[in-house]
């Protein structure tokens, strides 16, 4: 599946794959786990939406509320690893990342302007993400309408939103084969790219 053995050939297919599943909303890798550290509970993790991956900055970026708690786990320790899985090839990656939080920037602006109004919708809510709505009987109203918000209804959004921009330092390739595991690792030591073999 990666068009050859080489661990140049296996890199330059991972970030082709990530860039491609920033576009293609079937794309396995386009919903990874990211995990944090949590100073309650050790660790937390959840399904993100992939939104960019750039090879020339090796970096990745997910969009999210402002008031969520992860963005409170990422003030405490910016570090987030990432975990790709694609069950049709039986390839995992698991990423290493450091983060910067984009709320109020050129760059959290860019991305606004861009990111879809269906899309925007989930920072409209009144409550932070994760607090409790004070009602026990019944669920939190639609957040949509009844109808598709228009563009200048949700900027009331904007102030909710973040991009999470991370930066990687590590790359875990790992393939389920027939004829046996391999697993390669890139490493980002001094400005370049290393890498190498590893047992599975
Ligand atoms: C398919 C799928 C995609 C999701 N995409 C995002 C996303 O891009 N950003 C985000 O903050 N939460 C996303 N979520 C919700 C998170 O998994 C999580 O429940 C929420 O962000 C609260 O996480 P936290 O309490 O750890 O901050 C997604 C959930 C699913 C099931």
């Known amino acids: ?20 599943a920033t576009c293609e909303p079937q794309h396995p890798f386009r919903f990874p786990v990211i995990s944090t550290t949590s100073t309650s509970h050790g660790s937390n993790a959840r399904i993100v939406v992939l939104r960019r991956a ?13 008031r ?3 963005i409170g786990e990422l003030k405490s320790d910016p570090r987030i690893t990432w975990v790709f899985w694609d069950p049709s090839i039986q390839v995992q990656l698991r990423i290493r990342s450091t983060v910067t ?8 602006n860019d991305r606004w302007r861009t990111c879809p109004t269906s899309s925007r919708v989930i920072f409209l809510t009144d409550w ?3 607090t409790s709505t004070g009602d026990e009987e019944s669920p939190p109203p639609p957040l949509w309408p009844g109808r598709m918000i228009t563009g200048e209804e949700s900027e009331r959004g904007r102030p909710h939103f973040a991009v999470v921009r991370c ?7 790992y393939e389920i084969a027939a004829e046996g595991q391999r697993r390669a690792c890139f490493q980002w030591i001094n400005d370049r790219w290393s890498s190498g073999w590893m047992s599975p």
């Open 101 to 108: 939080i984009h709320s109020d920037d050129p760059l959290a």
């Open 68 to 70: 969520s708690e992860k």
């Open 1 to 20: 599946m990666t068009g050859g053995v080489s661990l140049q050939s296996i890199f330059a297919w991972v970030w082709n794959e990530l860039a491609r």
């Open 128 to 130: 932070a993400s994760g």
């Open 167 to 173: 930066e990687l330092n590590y790359v875990d390739f």
């Open 54 to 66: 750039e090879e020339l900055t090796h970096s990745l970026e997910f969009y999210t509320d402002l």
